[in-house]
């Protein structure tokens, strides 16, 4: 009668039989569940005489089914940016085999961020109140907004401290390819305040004197620049473009045809 094998001396032989048909999820169920006797009452059936010897019994199958549990969090992590069926099964293994403790506390952190982040009315920039730090910030030249694709866009300006005024962030860019058309992006809203800082009614909405397109210089962000300057022509207001250029530190035969077409196009006084 053989004893029961504890997991460890087990564990290489697991992971390195590639030919036993086993998925990942199955060799970590067999791994945390101890000893032969204890994967039996789990599930597992096929255990013969011949496991004394450390490796995959013969015939060894597995009776049980994936736990819905994984599924349903391999469902979720597939629908965040760049994470396919591979990358969440990944993440999905690692964050089992964290300590319990810090796999919920990234349940919590994530539940909190949901709960108590908001886009604010206004400049659709996420905060923790509504309306956000931007608007309620008095010092900031209001009759000017900048427009920026994404909110890590204006973290990234308010880093640099080279702008105080306002900003209205679009939540993405036009992407005909990925069926992204103007009614997914916060362009209304724009409008909304545009007109809005138009009537002498409404004095709690700012005379919006100059709108600056700061998309990304990219196909995408281009054509999105141009929809929103012939959205805004009609209304008056003038409408600038960030300045785009040769890059501190490059050469002139370092850097693209683009770069450089934009270079003398925005070329300004030496002054």
């Known amino acids: 009668m053989h004893q029961p094998q504890p997991v460890p001396a087990l564990r290489h032989s697991l992971i ?8 990942r999820l199955q060799y970590v169920t067999i791994l945390r569940c ?12 096929g255990v013969s005489a011949g496991s004394a010897s450390g490796g995959m019994p013969s015939g060894y199958a597995l009776a049980m089914s994936k736990p819905a ?14 994470v ?16 319990a403790r810090d796999t919920l506390a990234l349940a919590d952190a994530i539940r909190e961020f949901r709960e108590a ?21 008095t010092k900031r030249d209001h009759g000017t907004v900048l427009v920026v694709e994404q909110p890590t866009d204006v973290l990234s300006l308010e880093q640099s401290g080279a702008y105080r ?15 992204v058309g103007p009614g997914d992006l916060n362009v209304e809203g724009l409008l909304r305040r545009i007109e809005l800082g138009r009537d002498a009614g409404q004095p709690d909405w700012p005379q919006i004197r100059e709108v600056i397109l ?47 077409s934009d270079a003398v196009k925005g070329r300004r006084s030496a002054d």
């Not at 000893?35 to 597992?44: A, D, E, N």
């Not at 206004?122 to 109140?129: N, R």
């Not at 005024?165 to 069926?179: C, I, K, T």
């Not at 141009?226 to 008056?236: E, K, P, S």
Request: hydrophobic share 40%; with cysteine.
């Open 16 to 23: 390195s039989d590639a030919t036993g048909g086993f998925s």
């Open 34 to 45: 101890g000893t032969w006797k204890q994967r039996q009452t789990v599930g597992l059936s």
């Open 69 to 82: 549990a994984y599924d349903r969090l391999l469902e979720q992590l597939e629908t965040l940016p760049g």
């Open 84 to 99: 396919g069926k591979r990358s969440a099964e990944r993440i999905a293994f690692f964050l089992l085999k964290q300590p």
């Open 117 to 137: 982040l908001v886009v604010c009315s206004v400049t659709g920039m996420v905060s923790e109140a509504d309306p956000c730090w931007i608007v309620t910030d």
């Open 165 to 179: 005024g306002s900003y209205h962030v679009l939540m993405g860019r036009l992407s005909p390819l990925d069926a």
């Open 214 to 260: 700061g998309t990304n210089p990219t196909l995408e962000g281009d054509g999105t620049a141009l929809y929103l300057a012939d959205q805004i022509a009609a209304t008056g207001v003038a409408v600038t473009r960030l300045a785009r250029g040769i890059p501190v530190g490059q050469t002139l035969q370092t850097v693209s045809k683009a770069v450089l």
